[in-house]
Protein backbone atom coordinates (compact mmCIF):
# COMPACT_ATOMS: atom_id res chain seq x y z
CA UNK A 1 0.00 0.00 0.00
CA UNK A 2 1.31 3.02 -1.07
CA UNK A 3 0.95 5.93 1.69
CA UNK A 4 2.49 8.99 -0.46
CA UNK A 5 4.39 11.69 1.61
CA UNK A 6 0.76 14.15 1.81
CA UNK A 7 -0.99 11.09 3.48
CA UNK A 8 2.43 10.44 6.15
CA UNK A 9 2.15 14.35 6.87
CA UNK A 10 -1.71 14.18 7.61
CA UNK A 11 -1.09 11.61 9.65
CA UNK A 12 1.41 12.31 11.65
CA UNK A 13 0.23 16.09 12.41
CA UNK A 14 -3.29 14.41 13.53
CA UNK A 15 -1.33 12.12 16.14
CA UNK A 16 -0.06 15.51 17.32
CA UNK A 17 -3.84 16.46 17.95
CA UNK A 18 -4.57 13.51 19.92
CA UNK A 19 -4.13 13.70 23.85
CA UNK A 20 -0.98 11.51 24.45
CA UNK A 21 -2.62 10.50 27.81
CA UNK A 22 -5.93 10.91 29.52
CA UNK A 23 -5.87 10.81 32.90
CA UNK A 24 -8.88 10.47 35.15
CA UNK A 25 -8.82 11.90 38.94
CA UNK A 26 -11.44 11.09 40.86
CA UNK A 27 -14.32 12.76 38.36
CA UNK A 28 -12.02 15.55 36.57
CA UNK A 29 -10.57 14.84 33.90
CA UNK A 30 -6.99 16.18 32.26
CA UNK A 31 -5.74 15.45 28.51
CA UNK A 32 -1.69 15.54 28.30
CA UNK A 33 -1.13 16.69 24.30
CA UNK A 34 2.00 17.16 22.65
CA UNK A 35 1.27 21.08 22.74
CA UNK A 36 0.22 21.34 26.58
CA UNK A 37 -2.32 19.92 29.07
CA UNK A 38 -5.64 20.81 29.39
CA UNK A 39 -7.80 20.48 32.82
CA UNK A 40 -11.75 20.29 33.13
CA UNK A 41 -11.58 21.66 36.52
CA UNK A 42 -11.41 24.54 35.66
CA UNK A 43 -11.50 24.51 32.30
CA UNK A 44 -8.12 25.54 30.92
CA UNK A 45 -4.85 24.50 28.68
CA UNK A 46 -1.66 25.08 29.90
CA UNK A 47 1.19 25.18 27.09
CA UNK A 48 3.51 22.99 26.96
CA UNK A 49 6.39 25.79 26.77
CA UNK A 50 4.83 27.11 30.26
CA UNK A 51 4.55 23.74 31.76
CA UNK A 52 8.31 22.83 31.26
CA UNK A 53 9.84 26.54 31.54
CA UNK A 54 7.48 29.00 33.01
CA UNK A 55 5.40 27.56 35.72
CA UNK A 56 7.63 24.60 36.98
CA UNK A 57 10.69 24.20 38.74
CA UNK A 58 11.18 20.28 39.76
CA UNK A 59 9.19 18.18 37.94
CA UNK A 60 8.31 14.13 38.79
CA UNK A 61 10.48 12.22 36.70
CA UNK A 62 8.10 10.64 34.96
CA UNK A 63 6.36 13.75 33.58
CA UNK A 64 9.62 15.05 32.13
CA UNK A 65 9.53 11.97 29.23
CA UNK A 66 6.28 13.81 28.19
CA UNK A 67 8.58 16.49 27.36
CA UNK A 68 11.20 14.14 25.68
CA UNK A 69 8.17 12.99 23.21
CA UNK A 70 7.04 16.69 22.66
CA UNK A 71 10.73 17.15 20.94
CA UNK A 72 11.17 13.62 19.36
CA UNK A 73 7.06 14.63 17.80
CA UNK A 74 8.58 18.02 16.48
CA UNK A 75 11.23 16.17 14.85
CA UNK A 76 8.97 13.70 13.50
CA UNK A 77 7.06 16.61 12.50
CA UNK A 78 9.46 18.43 10.81
CA UNK A 79 11.11 15.08 9.06
CA UNK A 80 7.89 14.93 7.36
CA UNK A 81 6.57 18.44 6.46
CA UNK A 82 10.13 17.74 4.56
CA UNK A 83 9.02 14.54 2.56
CA UNK A 84 6.06 17.13 1.58
CA UNK A 85 8.46 19.81 0.23
CA UNK A 86 11.64 18.55 -0.30
CA UNK A 87 12.68 15.00 1.02
CA UNK A 88 12.07 12.34 3.85
CA UNK A 89 14.15 9.56 4.94
CA UNK A 90 11.24 7.15 6.82
CA UNK A 91 13.56 5.88 8.82
CA UNK A 92 14.42 9.10 10.56
CA UNK A 93 10.56 10.01 11.29
CA UNK A 94 9.47 6.23 11.75
CA UNK A 95 12.08 5.92 14.49
CA UNK A 96 11.18 9.99 16.15
CA UNK A 97 7.19 9.05 16.50
CA UNK A 98 8.02 5.49 17.67
CA UNK A 99 10.77 7.36 20.32
CA UNK A 100 7.48 9.99 21.03
CA UNK A 101 5.14 7.18 21.33
CA UNK A 102 7.35 5.04 23.91
CA UNK A 103 8.28 8.54 25.77
CA UNK A 104 4.78 8.30 27.03
CA UNK A 105 4.75 4.76 28.95
CA UNK A 106 6.36 6.47 31.98
CA UNK A 107 3.52 9.08 31.65
CA UNK A 108 1.14 6.81 31.89
CA UNK A 109 2.95 4.54 34.35
CA UNK A 110 4.06 7.10 36.90
CA UNK A 111 0.24 8.70 36.81
CA UNK A 112 -1.37 4.64 37.48
CA UNK A 113 1.30 4.99 40.54
CA UNK A 114 -0.83 7.51 42.09
CA UNK A 115 -4.27 7.16 44.47
CA UNK A 116 -7.40 7.57 42.68
CA UNK A 117 -5.59 8.30 38.97
CA UNK A 118 -6.71 6.66 36.11
CA UNK A 119 -4.39 7.31 32.93
CA UNK A 120 -4.72 5.61 29.36
CA UNK A 121 -2.11 5.73 27.14
CA UNK A 122 -3.58 7.36 23.81
CA UNK A 123 -1.02 8.48 21.78
CA UNK A 124 1.06 6.09 22.30
CA UNK A 125 -1.26 3.90 20.36
CA UNK A 126 -1.60 6.35 18.00
CA UNK A 127 1.65 7.30 17.47
CA UNK A 128 3.25 3.92 17.25
CA UNK A 129 -0.30 3.02 14.79
CA UNK A 130 0.87 5.99 12.15
CA UNK A 131 4.29 4.55 12.47
CA UNK A 132 3.06 0.77 11.70
CA UNK A 133 0.62 1.77 9.36
CA UNK A 134 2.44 4.81 7.23
CA UNK A 135 6.08 4.44 8.15
CA UNK A 136 6.91 0.77 7.53
CA UNK A 137 5.36 0.05 4.04
CA UNK A 138 7.41 2.69 3.49
CA UNK A 139 10.91 1.33 5.03
CA UNK A 140 10.32 -1.82 3.05
CA UNK A 141 9.68 -0.24 0.02
CA UNK A 142 12.95 1.51 -0.14
Known amino acids: MDHGPRRRLVAVVIAGLVPWTAVLIGTELTLVFS ?3 FNTNPPELLPVYDYFLRFTGRLPQFIESWGSGVLLYVFALSSAVAGVVWREDVRLTAL ?3 GAGLSQIPVFLG ?7 VAVPVGSL ?3 AVVWWYYLPAIRSD
Open 35 to 37: FGL
Open 111 to 117: FNRRLNY
Open 96 to 98: ALA
Open 126 to 128: VLL
